[in-house]
């Protein structure tokens, strides 16, 4: 019936039809035999044509300022022409036909998120401490290309490689996202053949595809801080000059108590060599070593045994070493293991860590360490010691931040993965089954730049290598810990110091005037009209400068100081009667500085 009457209304007008001299195939687009016949494809690609001679014809009336009547009869020729072509893809069951918009899907990508102005405040913060210690222990800024070519990362991260991003083919380049900054920096310094001793450090985003746990801080984007010593030098000064910066970092991030974790890969190689682990299974057994903060030895033995084909007995000697943790004296165990002490692996390693905890006594941080054998770090390019940083809130939810008395392995828990979405897609692990992780890790890595060079140079050409040893610190972790504290304590949210006002209308160029000043002088700081006032407050700017036209005749600006409390677990602006302090304009800025608000700024305490 429908197609009736588009038939009818089409023939209606054939004066029309006429005047645009519409194609004779114009009438073949009409079935002889209507009824439910649907239309063919070549009818179809003709009236699509007449459309389009439709839609030109009706520009051109319109370009020629046609008459009001020939626009309007050139509008309804075009409006009944869709209306055909709507409905005999109605009557040919076409696939599009009456198909819904689909709406778009506002969401940031799995494992990614968006940070407000309130939480970059407390991030740039974080991130300024980080590099302020960087600096001071003598380090020089680096930045590298988020994505590197496939070949340059593959092959350097063990059982985690298959966490890396690939990249489609781009013109003739196989890429992936960089995976960490280590291999980044390792091939910069193969490219620029560098030699010397050097502190070297970068802060950007890496990209890992993990299940993310969005609360604690693990993400698939996310941000890391290296820093990295290069070149040789004395046994073990860069080792432990590295762990002193880490312990300075977090002690002025205010993470509460923590943990740096110790151990060195020597050793660890050597337990596994007298232990009985064949030499192409140690490094998949270090990774499962490395499991052993997350799950209980049994579960650890199992993988070890039933997954990567290692005998029960020499996974039970392997038990026996790991289980111990300790400080300095863990080394007098060792020592007396004559076994152990046979091998040149477990010997070197053994001589390095007594080294190292002379000079870490002497950096005043050996309270902060603990000497843990079932640290793996499961990187394939480590060849030294190996640490990492945990605290109260790391993987075990049972763990107290201890050096002397680690917490016990949790009992298996139950799956953290959730159920899948409705989409299909994988959601995020449990949160309420996976702690923070560690929030800092690191090691020595001798080999890999020479891994490079090696690679690059000319088939029996010696390649130069470059020891190094690096840390990196785990920005979105830290913030995960530090923003409940920073929210608790009433921190800041903005850097904005002071606001400008004017007390009547005018004064603009006054304003402008005072607040250049106070750019120059280092002052952060708004200009706003009096009806704007509450800003000041919402803003939680500390100072307002309120101008008025016989004060300033006089040389005085009138500066009120405002200030916050909690009430009732809320942070309330604390009302007051002052109207303010006259000071003179000329030493406006003086006794701004002179505030505690202003010499404790960089604290972001706002309370």
């Known amino acids: 019936m429908i197609n009736h009457i588009f038939i009818f209304s089409m023939f209606s007008s054939r004066a029309f039809c006429r005047s645009y001299r519409l194609t004779a195939n114009f009438r073949t687009l009409i079935p002889k035999s209507i009824g439910t016949r649907t239309m063919t494809t070549e009818t179809s690609d003709?009236?699509?044509?007449?459309?389009?001679?439709?839609?030109g014809a009706l520009n051109d009336l319109r370009l020629q300022n046609a008459d009001a009547s020939s626009i309007d009869a050139a509008k309804k020729r075009l409006g009944e022409l869709k209306k055909t072509m709507a409905a005999m893809n109605i009557a040919s069951g076409s696939k599009d036909a009456g198909k819904k918009k689909e709406r778009l899907l506002l969401k940031t990508a799995k494992g990614t998120r968006d940070y407000g102005a309130a939480e970059m405040f407390c991030r740039e913060h974080v991130e300024r401490i980080v590099k302020d210690v960087f600096t001071s222990y003598g380090g020089s800024a680096l930045d590298t290309p988020v994505f590197e070519r496939k070949d340059v990362l593959a092959g350097k991260y063990g059982e985690d490689q298959k966490l890396i991003f690939d990249l489609m083919d781009q013109g003739g380049e196989q890429l992936a996202l960089r995976y960490d900054h280590t291999v980044p920096l390792a091939r910069y310094l193969a490219m620029a053949g560098a030699t010397v001793q050097a502190k070297i450090w970068q802060v950007g985003k890496v990209y890992r595809r993990d299940n993310p746990v969005m609360s604690k801080g693990r993400m698939r984007e996310f941000s890391?801080?290296?820093?990295?010593?290069?070149?040789?030098?004395?046994?073990?000064?860069?080792?432990?000059?590295?762990?002193?910066?880490?312990?300075?970092?977090?002690?002025?991030?205010?993470?509460?108590?923590?943990?740096?974790?110790?151990?060195?890969?020597?050793?660890?190689?050597?337990?596994?060599?007298?232990?009985?682990?064949?030499?192409?299974?140690?490094?998949?057994?270090?990774?499962?070593?490395?499991?052993?903060?997350?799950?209980?030895?049994?579960?650890?033995?199992?993988?070890?045994t039933e997954e990567k084909g290692l005998s029960s007995d020499v996974a039970d000697k392997i038990g026996e070493y790991v289980k111990h943790k300790g400080g300095p004296s863990l080394l007098d165990i060792l020592k007396a293991d004559a076994t152990l002490m046979a091998n040149p692996s477990a010997k070197q390693g053994i001589s390095d860590m007594d080294i190292l905890f002379t000079l870490l006594r002497a950096y005043k941080v050996l309270d902060k360490i603990s000497f843990d054998m079932s640290l793996a770090r499961g990187l394939d390019y480590y060849t030294g010691i190996i640490y990492e940083a945990i605290v109260e809130a790391s993987a075990p939810p049972a763990f107290a931040a201890n050096a002397e008395s680690p917490a016990p392995a949790p009992s298996k828990a139950k799956s953290s993965k959730k159920a899948k979405a409705d989409d299909g897609e994988e959601d995020e692990l449990d949160e309420s089954q996976v702690g923070v992780g560690s929030i800092a890790a690191g090691g020595r890595y001798d080999n890999l730049v020479g891994m490079f060079t090696a690679a690059a140079a000319a088939e029996g050409k010696k390649a130069p290598g470059l020891p190094c040893i690096g840390v990196s610190i785990g920005l979105d972790r830290i913030f995960a810990i530090v923003w409940p504290k920073w929210v608790e304590k009433g921190m800041r949210s903005k850097e904005t110091m002071v606001y400008v006002l004017a007390a009547g209308d005018g004064l603009l160029e006054e304003r402008i005037a005072l607040v250049q000043e106070l750019r120059e002088a280092g002052i952060k700081k708004k200009p706003k009209l009096t009806a704007q006032f509450m800003a000041g407050e919402k803003d939680e700017v500390p100072f307002a400068v309120?101008?008025?036209?016989?004060e300033l005749k006089e040389g005085l600006v009138t500066i009120k100081e405002q200030k916050w409390e909690f009430v009732d677990g809320k942070k309330t602006k604390v009302q007051s009667e002052d109207q303010g302090l006259k000071v003179r304009r000329d030493e406006l800025i003086s006794w701004i500085k002179q505030t505690p608000t202003y010499q404790g700024w960089s604290s972001g305490r706002l309370i």
């Open 224 to 304: 890391q801080a290296d820093l990295d010593i290069t070149g040789a030098w004395d046994p073990m000064i860069p080792d432990a000059e590295i762990i002193s910066l880490l312990c300075t970092i977090l002690t002025r991030l205010d993470v509460g108590e923590f943990t740096i974790k110790l151990n060195h890969r020597k050793i660890l190689d050597g337990i596994f060599e007298v232990c009985g682990v064949p030499q192409a299974k140690i490094r998949s057994i270090s990774s499962a070593v490395d499991k052993l903060d997350k799950l209980p030895w049994t579960e650890v033995k199992k993988e070890m």
């Open 46 to 55: 003709s009236l699509i044509a007449e459309i389009a001679q439709a839609t």
């Open 546 to 550: 309120i101008l008025g036209g016989d």
